[in-house]
T-cell receptor, first 117, second 114 residues
Framework: AQTVTQSQPEMSVQEAETVTLSCTYD???????LFWYKQPPSRQMILVIR??????QNATENRFSVNFQKAAKSFSLKISDSQLGDAAMYFC??????????????FGKGTHLIIQP | KAGVTQTPRYLIKTRGQQVTLSCSPI?????VSWYQQTPGQGLQFLFE???????NKGNFPGRFSGRQFSNSRSEMNVSTLELGDSALYLC?????????????FGAGTRLSVL
């Protein structure tokens, strides 16, 4: 079974600074998808960024970018110019194939990101 | 376009009762997945429905069931509630168009079992 590990239960960063959240995963598959979701206090899970394993290029969405190291099975999220609205739980997630796959999304335990004004 | 809608937002039940949660997907989305979120176990996949058929199922007891209607709306049912079923239940819908599948989540239903 696939597993996703987020080793940082909580991270704190000053507003406008850069922070990197770590994620590692374990799989025997070669074709899969990786995601970062954000869950603010409102509880709604919001997709931050998505990476397809077969693509070498790291995904970028405005201030959010990933460092995808397929051989190392590492998928970290970098948030540049942190804003107060970035404060939330961040979940790393894995999916074997489109449409939910065999196990749906497999999530890590999450990292609580605190933004200091 | 309206997002994923889950009703009710909050629910309080007692042990032994049963409960039904509802999820209306984004218009045009045919896949609906359900997840359970608890402080101890985190987010766990319950099941996925596509075109009224359950395609995938997570490791949950048979007390957890679901169904999907022809308009893609989905319901999840939990029978004989236990204290450990207290959780946030999240529903996600996706278009499932080839390799471009992305799951969009609702705000969840918070179930408390007393």
């Amino acid at each position: 079974a696939q597993t996703v590990t987020q080793s940082q239960p909580e991270m704190s960063v000053q507003e406008a600074e850069t922070v990197t959240l770590s994620c590692t995963y374990d799989t025997s598959e070669s074709d899969y998808y990786l995601f970062w979701y954000k869950q603010p206090p409102s509880r709604q899970m919001i997709l931050v960024i998505r990476q397809e394993a077969y693509k070498q290029q790291n995904a970028t969405e405005n201030r959010f970018s990933v460092n995808f190291q397929k051989a190392a099975k590492s998928f970290s999220l970098k948030i540049s110019d942190s804003q107060l609205g970035d404060a939330a739980m961040y979940f790393c997630a894995y999916e074997t194939s489109p449409g939910g796959g065999a196990d749906g999304l497999t999530f890590g335990k999450g990292t609580h990101l605190i933004i200091q004004p | 376009k309206a997002g994923v809608t889950q009703t009710p937002r909050y629910l309080i039940k007692t042990r032994g009762q049963q409960v039904t949660l509802s999820c209306s997907p984004i218009s045009g989305h045919r896949s609906v997945s359900w997840y359970q979120q608890t402080p101890g176990q985190g987010l766990q996949f319950l099941f996925e429905y596509f075109s009224e058929t359950q395609r995938n199922k997570g490791n949950f007891p048979g007390r957890f069931s679901g169904r999907q209607f022809s308009n893609s709306r989905s319901e999840m049912n939990v029978s004989t509630l236990e204290l450990g079923d207290s959780a946030l239940y999240l529903c996600a819908s996706s278009l499932y168009l080839g390799r471009s599948n992305i799951q969009y989540f609702g705000a969840g239903t918070r179930l408390s079992v007393l």
